[in-house]
Every structure is written in structure tokens, then in C-alpha cells.
């Protein structure tokens, strides 16, 4: 299993429209071939914080997940909602 951890801090004045754009992702990414878990979630003490938390069969399926146009999007367009870039978290348990 592949575990992805992704941080993005949201400019306030985006968050609804940021909100918009990543339910997209998150319903397509839930429907990709290999996919355990893929959440999205707010921090409690920081409400401009979020975390993607994503669990993959493998990492043939975490590739092929980085190939999906609603992953391309989310790459292509994520710096229209951000004020840092995303901070990214790979962790493989079975190595």
C-alpha cells in the first residue's frame, strides 16, 4: 500500500470555489483502479488548512492515478485557490 499525504493552505477569499474545484477530484479520485481510501479533510485550528489523505493498492495504481485527467487538472489549476505550493507526503509501509 502507498500512502499519499497532501497539504494546502487555501486563500481565504478562494475557499468556496476551491471547495468546488477539489470535490471534483476527490469523487473522480474514489472511482480510480487501485484506490483504498482518498479523503479530504480541514484542520480543526486552522480552517484555510487542508489535507488530502489518500491510501493506494500499489504503486502501478498511484501511477496510473497521476495519469487521470482529474489529476491533471488538479495540478494545472491547485495555485489558483493556494498561497503555498502543496506539500507532499509518499509513504510506502511495505519498504
Known amino acids: 500500500m502507498i500512502v499519499v499525504n497532501v497539504r494546502l493552505t487555501v486563500d481565504p477569499n478562494k475557499r468556496t470555489?476551491?471547495?468546488a474545484f477539489i470535490d471534483n477530484l476527490v469523487k473522480n479520485s474514489l472511482n480510480d483502479e487501485g484506490n483504498l481510501a482518498y479523503g479530504h479533510y480541514q484542520d480543526v485550528n486552522n480552517e484555510n488548512q487542508y489535507l488530502i489523505l489518500e491510501h493506494w493498492k500499489d504503486q502501478a495504481a498511484l501511477d496510473a492515478h497521476l495519469k487521470t485527467p482529474h489529476l491533471i487538472n488538479f495540478k494545472?489549476?491547485?495555485?489558483?485557490?493556494?498561497?503555498a505550493a502543496p506539500e507532499l507526503?509518499?509513504?510506502n509501509p511495505n519498504k
Open 76 to 83: 494545472e489549476h491547485i495555485g489558483e485557490y493556494t498561497t
Open 89 to 91: 507526503l509518499f509513504l
Open 17 to 19: 470555489d476551491y471547495l
